[in-house]
């Protein structure tokens, strides 16, 4: 067992930027225009009716849950449809692996591009949210980015795994039914989660995104937070990034070397 | 290139090699080495273990029993800087579709962790080597199929491989792109590199490979140079006797076979073979050639992959 090499990792996430540019438009309206339009939508449509949530403006409220939609969105699409269509459509797996690079390297690769996508859509819905106001504590906000590149590598790891059990795109039906959706409806977005009956609330603080929100919001609101706090809601999502890593190398490396 | 010719230890060395999928056996039990500095073809029809074989050489596939070194070492155990000095043409081209053919090249390159001067300096050379100079800028998705076949050969070379390891290189191309290809693998070896191949046409056998692996239903049914394998399974000589008239003897040829309307004859002496004919019989008299070995060791009946 060999240790994984960082330039190896690095050039398969540098193969994905390549692709990435070529197709930047479609990309960026996925990535960018997607979060900041429900954006829009909330902030217009429900922050109308709603004075304060959790006791800050509902802007304030909203803008770092859509940060961390935006960064879970995004690294679960790249690492679901994205890293399904390399490994299944385009075979771009099985020229990979025919070099010096390993399935942990190229899978390392993935995830890491996934993050780094999750990231320009957190960074474009700060900013939007930043100008409309939605951020009282712009150096709050900015502390936060690095959590969210943890949680994008948590969400990443979670998509290589279900891609690891797909046959089909069909089965990413019900990965963004039963994971992504609950993710956002669920995980205090844009609705605090304390107005949950105890058994939801349970299953959202499953979910790595309740973690997240958990640390921007009071980041970006400037609402109370410890560090103790913090780093029991990092380790949770590292904790479950490794877990899931772990899952889709064990079940990949059956899948293409067996 | 200064390629170790002296060495003559094979490069890659099978002993009682197997494959199972989950229970059915691709490939069961072969012993074969390959030379440095030979060109190997592994023959056989769809479904006999060709593929399979070569992706366990890879490292792409787990052994299910036996030994197979590569470079003197277990595949288990292969190391990035062994891993590197193989080249794959996969059967299934899969290229970057949405990059150019430069790009393809560059992004293989990082692949082998070879810095940016290293490949700078090479795309340029292979880009010549495989004739696609003036397609350096295209998408690849706008590639005709031998253009692409052409990249990915190409793109194996990137790293200077000493063994290349090519899977159907030349299915569905057109003859000029085949005769290119031929050239340039023919050019390969005098550079001392080695090469495996598998193919389903027997001329590019015949013209490419010193030594052929028939393989057939996870088995090796002989292996030789072309000249060997023809005068050990068909003799010189094929005779294609239409019927009724046939041989007046079974004296002159070593074997035969019925094919329908023709018999085939496999002939030492086709003076002899002729006196046994009747002289108003109707037939073809050729060379005998892999093809006719090919289909003496694996049958003629259709095989579904």
Redesign the interface.
């Known amino acids: 067992m060999?240790l994984p090499?960082l330039?190896?990792i690095?050039?398969?996430a540098?193969?994905q930027y390549?692709?990435w540019k070529?197709?930047i438009v479609s990309a960026l309206v996925t990535n960018v225009a997607n979060p900041i339009l429900f954006l829009f939508a909330f902030g217009f449509g429900l922050g109308r009716f709603i004075d304060t949530m959790q006791g800050i403006s509902y802007m304030s409220f909203v803008v770092p849950g859509m940060i961390a939609y935006g960064a879970a969105f995004a690294a679960s699409f790249e690492t679901t449809i994205g890293s399904f269509s390399r490994y299944h459509m385009?075979?771009?797996w099985?020229?990979?692996?025919?070099?010096?690079?390993t399935l942990t390297e190229l899978l390392l690769g993935e995830a890491l591009w996934a993050s780094i996508k999750a990231m320009i859509s957190a960074v474009a819905v700060l900013i939007v949210g930043w100008l409309w106001g939605g951020i009282p504590s712009i150096g709050g906000a900015l502390l936060a980015l690095p959590v969210v590149f943890i949680a994008a590598l948590c969400f990443s790891c979670v998509g290589l795994a279900a891609t690891s059990y797909a046959k089909g795109y069909e089965f990413f039906s019900y990965f963004f039914t039963f994971w992504v959706t609950p993710m956002f409806v669920f995980c205090g977005v844009f609705f605090e989660i304390a107005r949950f009956p105890d058994f939801i609330q349970t299953i959202a603080w499953l979910l790595p995104m309740t973690h997240l929100v958990a640390i921007i919001r009071p980041l970006s609101a400037e609402l109370p937070i410890d560090i103790a706090t913090i780093v029991l809601h990092v380790s949770y999502m590292i904790a479950l990034a490794v877990l899931a890593f772990l899952v889709a190398l064990r079940r990949m490396r059956h899948r293409?070397?067996? | 290139m200064n390629k170790t010719t002296t060495n003559t230890n094979p490069i890659i060395k099978a002993e009682g090699l197997s494959k199972r999928?989950g229970d059915f056996d691709a490939v069961r039990g072969i012993d074969f080495a390959v030379e440095p500095a030979h060109c190997i073809g592994l023959l056989g029809p769809n479904g006999a273990g060709k593929s399979s074989t070569m992706r366990m050489i890879?490292g792409?596939?787990?052994v299910t029993s036996g030994s197979l070194e590569v470079f003197n070492h277990p595949v288990q155990e292969m190391?990035?800087?062994n891993?590197?000095r193989i080249g794959?043409v996969?059967q299934?081209t899969?290229?970057?579709?949405?990059?150019t053919v430069i790009?393809n090249l560059q992004?293989?390159g990082?692949?082998?962790?070879l810095s940016p001067q290293t490949i700078a300096e090479r795309v340029p050379r292979l880009l010549e080597f495989m004739q696609l100079e003036d397609k350096a800028g295209a998408l690849v998705m706008a590639l005709s199929g031998g253009m692409k076949r052409r990249l990915v050969i190409a793109r194996?070379l990137i790293?200077e491989p000493e063994l290349v390891i090519l899977d159907e290189p030349t299915t569905g191309l057109d003859p000029q792109a085949r005769v290119l290809i031929w050239k340039q693998l023919l050019a390969l070896k005098q550079q001392g590199r080695t090469l495996l191949l598998t193919t389903h046409y027997m001329d590019e056998a015949q013209r490419l490979c010193d030594r052929i692996i028939v393989i057939d239903h996870g088995q090796i049914l002989d292996q030789g140079s072309p000249k060997e394998l023809i005068s050990r399974h068909v003799g010189g000589h094929v005779f294609e006797v239409e019927k009724p008239r046939l041989p007046k003897s079974d004296t002159g040829y070593q074997d035969s076979e019925d094919i329908g309307d023709t018999i085939l004859y496999f002939v030492q002496s086709p003076a002899e073979f002729i006196e046994t004919l009747p002289e108003d019989s109707v037939y073809l008299h050729r060379q005998a050639n892999l093809e006719d070995v090919f289909l003496r060791l694996t049958g003629r009946v259709l095989r579904e992959p």
Request: aromatic share 10%; glycine share 0%; net charge negative.
């Open positions: 060999q090499s330039s190896a690095l050039a398969v540098s193969r390549i692709v070529k197709l385009q075979h771009n099985d020229a990979v692996l025919s070099t010096p690079v293409m070397f067996d | 999928y890879m792409l596939s787990t190391t990035r800087v891993k590197a794959l996969p299934e899969n290229l970057d579709p949405d990059i790009e992004v293989f990082r692949y082998f962790s194996a790293a």
